[in-house]
């Protein structure tokens, strides 16, 4: 490909609307454009990557055992309606009717589809195990699009589906397609951690993300310092801290005004934070009051609470009535004296606490010496806290937990017969018996990883392509396009790297060079060669690394060798 025919629109400015590195570096390089809030389109330099990513998942999809299909972005909510998630989905579901009013979805994802596919064909073990994938786009109508098509509207998905005849056979599965993932995004170049993750609205038992390290990224994850232990901050498993042993006083309720917060309450009454209890008020989508109480300076971990109340799927912060409804008075709450028949969740550290101070539900007053296991009767006790820097490890003995930040660019997870159960999707096993089928599903985001790749890898200049995935390999600059012998040469140059099978750009724009080296920089080729006057005057050829900005400079018999070198060691 010739830099006068590519259809690149770099920019010199960032738009507005691009807050983070690889969205703003997408832009500029003339990756993407926008076409609506959430939407992208992915220009020729970017859909290269975008084919790279895919090319490389489906080599490891097909050597784990999956098998290519493609299914009809369109669903019908007939097969929502049979697993349950027609309205359980919530308003991320793109919802549209066909002309006889009847309703379909855009895919959100395809549990269902493959589902009602195998369910029809699959009738005996010995079909099993079956591995289905596709890469396809899928519709979310996320709540806050963002970050361009790290967070779209509109994104392309590989999603695997495994079938097996049992537990062990979909364990298997799922182990193949961790290898596969883990062997996808070392191939892409990309510096990741799988974590232990929460299944979310996919359902299912065991989940891992795949996330790829990244200081501005969206996922917050917790590894020990000790032991492999690795998790999401959704899933971060907590061991409850023991206060040091106290003799319970007797409970006592004190003035303490204007202390609607811990820290004023903690300074009024000179007392640490760890001694104090606070309380958060939720409400779910059915209006459902949830009171979460936890030591005054730790934080709710708002998935975990989901999931210690049976039924609830969304929280959003509480009305003030709704609380003063069963007793509660906000800034001053306390399990002691709400109405009976309240979900009240009880961190397990909080529940551990002696002699601590609480809300009296009433304003301007607390109790002290609050004893929770004496004191808060019937509540939910659980494991509600956000993970803190230092946190124990849950699993090792002496491990502590780190915080880093990251992208989500992929996610396994065993499902188990979830889907299977729901719409009736069962086989003969062994025996002639009728058993439901073992699932797993698997997706990667095609779109999120390249911006990931992105945010992972640049500097002020622009974007570091990892080899495996950069549009091109390497660049050939004819450093003055204008000069005849320059862009002679450049073109030889350009035709023997071509015939050496080197994925090669010749950038034969008639630009000043400046401009183009910018240009290099910004697309960030991950290998550069200039043919300039030197080359004219003594065959220098000079070569240059994006990564590490090294320049070295070959003979014209030795370049070729050197590139190909320098290409095999990035
Ligand atoms: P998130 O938590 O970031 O919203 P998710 O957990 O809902 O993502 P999955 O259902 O696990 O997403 O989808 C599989 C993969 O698809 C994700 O790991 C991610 O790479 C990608 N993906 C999900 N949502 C989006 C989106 N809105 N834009 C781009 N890629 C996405
Ligand atoms: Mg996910």
New binding site residues.
């Given amino acids: 490909m010739r830099a006068t025919n590519l259809y690149a629109p770099t920019l010199r400015n960032t738009p507005a609307e691009a807050e983070i590195a690889s969205h703003q570096l997408m832009y500029r390089a003339g990756l993407i454009r926008k076409s609506a809030g959430g939407m992208y389109t992915y220009l020729p330099l970017a859909w290269r990557t975008i084919r790279k990513i895919e090319q490389i998942i489906r080599e490891e999809m097909d050597a784990a055992g999956g098998q290519e299909i493609m299914m009809p972005i369109l669903q019908p909510s007939e097969l929502w309606e049979e697993s349950g998630r027609w309205g359980a989905y919530g308003a991320e579901m793109i919802r549209v009717k066909d002309r006889h009013g009847r309703e379909f979805c855009m895919g959100p ?1 395809h549990e269902e589809m493959i589902t009602a596919l195998v369910r029809d064909e699959v009738r005996s073990y010995k079909q099993l195990p079956l591995m289905l994938y596709q890469i396809q786009d ?1 519709f ?1 109508d ?1 709540r806050r ?1 963002r970050f361009g ?5 509109e ?1 392309i ?1 590989k999603d695997l589906y495994s079938f097996d005849k049992d537990i062990a056979g979909m364990n298997e599965s799922y182990r193949k397609m961790s290898v596969a993932y883990t062997n996808i995004f070392t191939r892409c170049g990309l510096n990741f951690r799988a974590v232990e993750a929460d299944s ?3 359902g299912g038992g065991h989940s891992e ?1 795949f996330t790829v390290l990244a200081p501005e990224g ?1 996922s917050r994850i917790a590894c020990c310092d000790a032991c492999s232990y690795a998790a999401s901050d959704e899933k971060a498993a907590l061991r409850p801290i023991n206060a040091p042993d106290e003799a319970e006083l007797p409970l006592a309720k004190v003035a303490t005004p204007h202390t609607s917060t811990i820290a004023l309450l903690a300074e009024y009454l000179k007392i640490p934070v760890e001694k104090t209890i606070k309380a958060v008020a939720y409400q779910t989508e059915d209006d459902v009051l949830i009171l979460a109480f936890l030591r005054g300076d730790h934080e709710v971990n708002e998935i975990k609470l989901v999931n210690a109340v049976p039924g609830a799927r969304e929280l959003r912060m509480a009305d003030e009535e709704a609380i003063r409804a069963v007793g509660g008075c906000p800034g001053f709450m306390s399990p002691i004296g709400i109405k009976k028949g309240t979900h009240i969740v009880v961190d397990e550290t909080a529940m551990r606490m002696h002699n601590a101070v609480s809300g009296a539900n009433e304003a301007d007053f607390h109790y002290t010496n609050v004893n929770p296991k004496r004191d808060f009767g019937a509540v939910t006790v659980a494991d509600i806290r956000l993970v803190e820097e230092g946190d124990a490890c849950p699993v090792c003995e002496n491990g502590h937990l780190h915080i880093g930040r990251g992208i ?4 396994i997870f065993a499902l188990g017969t979830k889907y299977s159960k729901a719409m009736g999707a069962t086989f003969l096993d062994e025996a002639g018996k009728t058993q439901p089928l073992q699932m797993g599903c698997y ?3 095609v ?3 390249m911006a990931a790749a992105i945010e992972q890898n640049h500097d002020e200049h622009g974007i570091i392509w990892p080899r495996a995935i950069a549009p091109y390999e390497v660049v050939v600059v004819a450093v003055n396009a204008k000069a005849e012998e320059q862009l002679a040469y450049a073109e030889e140059v350009y035709e023997e790297l071509r015939a050496a099978g080197v994925d090669v750009l010749l950038d034969d724009r008639r630009e000043r060079a400046g401009v183009k080296f910018n240009d290099c920089d910004l697309i960030g080729y991950p290998v550069r060669i200039a043919i300039g006057p030197k080359t004219i005057e003594n065959g220098t050829i000079e070569v240059k690394i994006r990564k590490s900005g090294a320049l070295v400079n070959f003979a014209r018999d030795t370049y070729l060798k050197g590139v190909q070198d320098m290409l095999a060691a990035l």
């Fill in positions: 994802t899928k979310r996320e699009p098509v790290m967070r779209s509207r994104f998905m979310g609205a996919i993300e969206e989500e660019a992929g996610q997706g990667i985001g779109g999120r990883t």
